[in-house]
């Protein structure tokens, strides 16, 4: 092994320069050497030898600004296979406007200044990986046909790719965008910007805002484990599949404005402010830690929530989301939660007959949770609503049901929900006590008024023992039956003497 090869890096491997040991640029044939340590007669030949889309290898080269403008004069803005692998762009990089005819690499490469795709055309795929740009990066404006790879790229100034569009059309094939792991020191948008394919986002940490108003993405939005230092703002934009933001970590606000898609907080820890604008759309908030204000809202459609168990939050408003398949016993915190216009679940409607006591039910229409919902093993009343429990779990006991009932009823808008969890407290609180006294004791109080909420209940046993005691009186009162002939006693006439003809009348007395 000659000296040469020993200070060349490993992973490096092409031909390096023989002019220092240190160079690791391509050496370009016949002179051993890479372009930027050509003598000027010898770069001036290199470079009458471009062609417009003739392939460039520049790899490892140092390149100023003067010598990448020559170069790109060269092949007239027209590349092919582009290699600028661990390349060192000295001066600010302008590749406005440039076509890509192949792929393009930069990947390990170092811009010292300014970084600027402005317009950029890749038609096939371009890759960024471990590329670190001291200054701003943009690539507004550009349009990426196939795969884009920026994975652990390291931008320390603003990060621009408004307007840019990642992918092909959906007809000729999705290309998806990779950011994974990538380190945003200073702003970052993405406002307007289209995506085909899936937009990756894995680990990414952006330490100030970052902002994606108006994009548009063709299949999923994948946020898993990113941490956003400063103010993030995920939409409005349109998401065709999912946004998944499980594992994040936000010391911010976060806004999320989105539709059609489902949305996934799972052990997502947002100590700022969460506020979510859904439309047509699933949310799962398993797990998730909300120190904040937070407010998850429905901006049309149906917004269904399928999962709050392990759910930490101090304020939490749900404004007309769907609830009658979300468990609500893996709440650390219920009475943390504000519920405003949402749909719960409902008891089977009728009268039902069983071998119990008593031996016929009626169900009232009132509404429940889907946790009592699962307890008591009451059907689903249509295929889209599926009342479970946690992932599979059982519901809580009756007991754990009343008091959740309890610390839920503060947090309800409506009167009549609110009533309706004070009668399923004392309902499960009923059903949850041992057979004796006390069962006995609140049987007869749901029995006689429904727990002193069921006015209806209390004024027809008032209307019967009306009734009854009405019935009473009149039978004590001793009305004569109907149909029997009344007896008249006979009369017995009495004759008075009366004075004679013989006798005078003063005999007797006058």
């Not at 040469?4 to 092409?14: F, G, N, Q």
């Not at 009232?364 to 779990?393: M, T």
């Not at 309800?412 to 609180?429: I, K, L």
């Not at 109907?482 to 008249?488: A, D, L, T, Y």
Request: charged residues 25%.
């Amino acid at each position: 092994m000659t000296p040469r090869s020993r200070i060349t890096p490993l992973d490096v491997v092409w031909r390096t320069c023989d002019a220092v040991p240190e160079c690791i640029g391509v050496a370009h044939e016949p002179y051993g050497r890479c372009l930027a340590h050509l003598t000027p007669a010898e770069a001036a030949g290199f470079l009458r030898g471009l062609t417009p889309g003739r392939a460039l290898d520049l790899r490892g080269t140092v390149l100023s600004e003067d010598l990448l403008a020559r170069v790109l004069d060269g092949v007239e803005r027209h590349l092919g296979r582009a290699r600028f692998d661990r390349a060192v762009f000295t001066g600010p990089a302008r590749f406005g406007e440039v076509v890509f005819a192949g792929d393009a690499t930069f990947e390990h490469a170092r811009f010292d200044r300014l970084a600027s795709f402005y317009g950029a055309r890749f038609l096939r795929n371009v890759s960024f990986r471990e590329a670190r740009f001291l200054r701003e990066f943009s690539l507004h404006d550009a349009r990426v046909c196939g795969h884009a790879a920026f994975d652990h790229i390291t931008v320390r100034g603003d990060a621009l790719f408004g307007a840019a569009r990642f992918g092909a059309l959906p007809s000729e094939g999705s290309g998806n965008v990779s950011f994974q792991r990538a380190q945003f020191h200073g702003f970052a948008a993405f406002d307007g910007a289209v995506f085909h394919g899936d937009a990756g986002f894995r680990g990414a940490r952006f330490h100030r805002a970052v902002s994606f108003r108006g994009s548009d993405c063709g299949a999923s939005a994948e946020f898993q484990g990113a941490r956003f230092e400063g103010a993030a703002y995920l939409g409005p934009m349109r998401i065709v599949r999912r946004l998944s933001l499980a594992g994040v970590r936000a010391c911010a606000p976060l806004h999320i404005d989105t539709g059609g898609c489902r949305v996934v907080l799972r052990s997502a820890a947002v100590l700022g402010r969460l506020a979510a604008r859904l439309s047509d759309a699933e949310v799962d908030l398993r797990d998730a830690t909300l120190a904040g204000l937070s407010a998850v809202t429905r901006r049309s459609g149906r917004l269904r929530v399928t999962s709050l168990d392990g759910l930490d939050a101090s304020a939490l408003t749900l404004t007309g989301a769907d609830l009658r398949g979300c468990g609500l016993g893996g709440l650390r915190r219920p009475e943390g939660l504000r519920l405003r216009e949402c749909v719960f679940a409902a008891p089977p409607g009728g009268f039902g007959l069983r071998l119990g006591w008593p031996p016929v039910r009626w169900w009232s229409r009132r509404r429940v949770i889907a946790d009592e919902h699962l307890w008591r093993g009451w059907p689903a009343h249509g295929a889209d609503e599926h009342p479970a429990g946690p992932d599979g779990e059982r519901a809580p006991e009756p007991a754990r049901l009343a008091v959740l009932y309890e610390r839920l009823r503060p947090g309800v808008d409506d009167a009549r929900v609110a009533a309706d969890f004070a009668f399923g407290a004392m309902e499960m609180r009923r059903l949850g006590s041992p057979r004796g006294r006390i069962r006995l004791l609140l049987s007869l109080y749901w029995l006689a008024c429904g727990y002193g909420l069921r006015a209806g209940r209390a004024l027809g046993w008032l209307a019967l023992v009306a009734a009854v005691a009405a019935g009473a009186v009149c039978w004590a009162a001793g009305a004569r039956p109907v149909g029997k002939p009344s007896v008249e006693r006979a009369r017995v006439a009495v004759v008075r003497p009366v004075a004679s003809f013989s006798r005078p009348a003063h005999e007797f007395g006058g």
